[in-house]
């Protein structure tokens, strides 16, 4: 995979011109009179600035390009509107707009000149407005300043994202090549999504609401249960139609994919073989510091958490006299947590790791996932009902992501399978959408306030959930820590061939090969480190805030500059060591533990057998911007240094060969 990206990246630093063309391409079409509407310009124009961020372009003429396009296009769009004046609503594709030309011209008499430099930022009207300021016999000069500022402005918000974006690709490549092209690839993939969303969206809305207007105007003529249904599912007439439906296909979704879940559990259909592979993958993703972050998150999702949560809701709602709205609420965690206990103790599925014992020992379905979907989706509705679009967007995303952090810690902390929360999430959304269709229908003018009672809820889990965190998280986290599985191995047999069963190169998350792994050292971690600092090398600086912003100046001394992590099948080092070698230059040592421990040659305890690489980092600061790392090929030279430096110490070093794999071991 690395090889594949890095050939990308070389072709086009070997033939910029393409790539300068289709920057300059796209940033004209992206303003061209109505094309623009449907031509993903901008990002084409943040590509360029990746690329740029990735070394594989000059920035100033990608700039140039960007800029030079923008300018052209709506150039040529406002040349269009004053050679034709109203005879170009006429002209394809132009006549096929015309409520965008109408907007486009509402826009343009209310700003006036600066509305082209206001559009170009604005979605469909950046490829009309030009249009319109020709057509309105916008004066050239005037025009000519506002498109040459809106270009500069524009193609330095495309490009600047861009750029950072590239760079950070080459910090993640140094984790995994393959994780690199993962992020270009989640990127584009988002966008062509949203893209194909709202096109979809342009496209097939009159006919969807034409279809919808023959359905109730059907309806309107009839009493029978099947036209209530319509009506009150798509009547446009109805505040509560959308909420209504929204709630039946969640309703109906959420049925169909936990049933579907609970026959493959049952069944032991391939869903079971995913859980395996999703739970392995999770384990060796685990870090010291992502233990902590998500057993602080588990924590929030707790049954104190949640109580509280549960209880202050109650209290308010009985405070303002919204008595069936408390019913509703106590209806559904009450009968959320009934199902999850019957159906723990009917299935009696056990957890991936015996991580609880007691009342609680069965996996299927996951406490944490459908009490916190149930709690704060149903909240989330009461919040949301009677909002403005904005409002209830902005509390439908905050309860979402409260919901998939908690769900998500379950599964990274290994005490769920991915089956036992994909099933606790459908049957909490099914089961809040149906509650939520009977509220819609039976409770009347009882309106829930959605920002004092969003404060009582914060407030709620920020002090209840803050002092569970605090007075149980040291417990929780060695509850739930990884415990991998260490064998001993006597030190002779390490020495003769046992280094073998190691493995020889550093793997990233998609299984390439990267750099080889060619030291194995047993011994404590502070024998380890003296030995390196007695012979020059020391310990980087650790990754905090300050550190992580050195890498953004250009001339950040190499010894103050953090060591960017590399995973071996998700697993991050667990020592690192560094050695300046010049102004540019240093070696760097990482360390992983194995899974064996070697017997002490004394009466000692068994060493723990480390096994790394070391590699030489040179700096780069492309256009005096930023600093980066490369890693350089040469694996043989700084693996000569360690030894060197190792032996003058005293310290055990030899080296062993096999089929062409040589391994530096030590201790």
């Given at each position: 995979m690395e090889s594949h990206l890095q050939a990308l990246i070389g072709y086009f630093s070997e033939h910029p011109q393409w790539a300068l063309a289709a920057v300059f391409a796209a940033a004209l079409l992206e303003s061209l009179a109505v094309i623009g509407t449907v031509v993903p310009g901008s990002s084409i124009v943040f590509v360029g600035g990746v690329l740029v961020g990735l070394q594989a372009l000059d920035p100033a003429s990608v700039a140039i390009a960007a800029v030079c396009g923008a300018i052209a296009g709506d150039g040529t769009s406002y040349w269009l509107g004053r050679r034709h004046r109203d005879r170009i609503r006429a002209l394809w594709p132009m006549k096929a707009y015309p409520a965008l030309f109408d907007r486009g011209q509402a826009y343009f008499a209310k700003n006036g000149g600066k509305s082209v430099f206001l559009a170009r930022f604005l979605g469909p009207l950046r490829a009309v407005v030009p249009v319109v300021a020709g057509m309105s016999g916008l004066p050239a000069p005037q025009f000519c300043v506002f498109n040459v500022l809106s270009a500069l402005v524009w193609a330095a918000a495309h490009l600047a994202p861009g750029f950072l974006f590239g760079a950070s690709l080459q910090l993640a490549g140094a984790v995994s090549s393959r994780l690199a092209v993962l992020l270009l690839f989640v990127a584009g993939a988002l966008w062509l999504v949203v893209w194909l969303v709202a096109l979809l969206h342009r496209q097939a809305r009159p006919r969807i609401e034409g279809w919808r207007d023959r359905a109730v105007a059907w309806a309107s003529t009839r009493s029978n249960l099947p036209a209530r249904i319509v009506l009150s599912l798509f009547d446009p007439t109805r505040v509560e139609s959308k909420a209504l439906l929204a709630a039946a296909l969640m309703l109906i979704g959420g049925a169909w994919l936990f049933f579907g879940v609970l026959e493959d559990v049952l069944s032991n259909d391939p869903l079971v073989q995913v859980d395996r592979r999703v739970y392995a993958m999770l384990q060796m993703l685990r870090t010291a510091w992502g233990d902590s972050l998500m057993v602080a998150v588990t924590e929030l999702g707790s049954a104190p958490a949640v109580i509280s949560v549960i209880t202050a809701v109650s209290l308010w709602l009985a405070a303002k006299r919204c008595w069936r709205t408390l019913g509703y609420w106590l209806a559904a965690v009450g009968f959320a947590q009934l199902l999850v206990w019957t159906l723990k103790f009917t299935l009696g599925r056990?957890?991936?790791?015996?991580?609880?014992?007691?009342?609680?020992?069965?996996?299927?379905?996951?406490?944490?996932?459908?009490?916190?979907?149930?709690?704060?989706?149903?909240?989330?509705?009461?919040?949301?009902?009677?909002?403005?679009?904005?409002?209830?967007?902005?509390?439908?995303?905050?309860?979402?992501?409260?919901?998939?952090?908690?769900?998500?810690?379950?599964?990274?902390?290994?005490?769920?399978?991915?089956?036992?929360?994909?099933?606790?999430?459908?049957?909490?959304?099914?089961?809040?959408?149906?509650?939520?269709?009977?509220?819609?229908?039976?409770?009347g003018p009882e309106k829930v306030s959605a920002l004092p009672l969003s404060m009582v809820v914060g407030l709620t889990l920020a002090l209840v959930g803050g002092w569970v965190v605090v007075e149980d998280h040291r417990a929780d986290l060695a509850q739930y820590a990884y415990r991998p599985r260490s064998d001993t191995v006597p030190v002779a047999d390490w020495r003769a061939d046992g280094w073998r069963r190691l493995a020889s190169t550093r793997t990233d998350l998609g299984g390439d090969a990267e750099e080889p792994l060619s030291v194995q050292w047993a011994g404590p971690t502070e024998e380890v480190a003296g030995i390196l600092n007695r012979a020059g090398w020391h310990a980087p600086p650790p990754w905090a805030a300050k550190t992580a912003l050195l890498w953004l100046l250009p001339n950040t001394p190499i010894d103050q500059l953090a060591v960017l992590p590399k995973l071996d099948y998700g697993e991050a080092q667990g020592m690192t060591f560094i050695k300046v070698l010049n102004a540019d230059e240093r070696t760097v040592l990482r360390?992983?533990?194995?899974?064996?421990?070697?017997?002490?040659?004394?009466?000692?305890?068994?060493?723990?057998?480390?096994?790394?690489?070391?590699?030489?980092?040179?700096?780069?600061?492309?256009?005096?911007?930023i600093t980066l790392a490369a890693t350089q090929h040469d694996f043989t030279t700084p693996l000569r240094r360690l030894a060197q430096d190792v032996r003058a110490q005293q310290g055990s070093a030899q080296w062993q060969e096999w089929t062409g794999r040589v391994v530096l071991l030590i201790g």
């Open positions: 056990a957890r991936p790791t015996e991580i609880y014992s007691g009342i609680d020992p069965f996996s299927f379905p996951s406490g944490h996932a459908a009490m916190n979907i149930v709690v704060y989706g149903f909240l989330a509705f009461l919040l949301a009902r009677a909002k403005p679009v904005g409002t209830k967007i902005a509390i439908t995303l905050s309860a979402a992501m409260v919901i998939l952090l908690i769900a998500f810690s379950r599964l990274y902390l290994g005490a769920h399978w991915f089956s036992d929360v994909l099933a606790s999430l459908s049957l909490g959304l099914a089961w809040a959408a149906l509650l939520s269709i009977a509220y819609l229908n039976h409770v360390l992983w533990l194995s899974a064996y421990v070697v017997e002490s040659t004394g009466a000692g305890p068994p060493h723990p057998l480390w096994i790394g690489m070391v590699t030489t980092e040179r700096l780069r600061r492309p256009v005096g911007l």
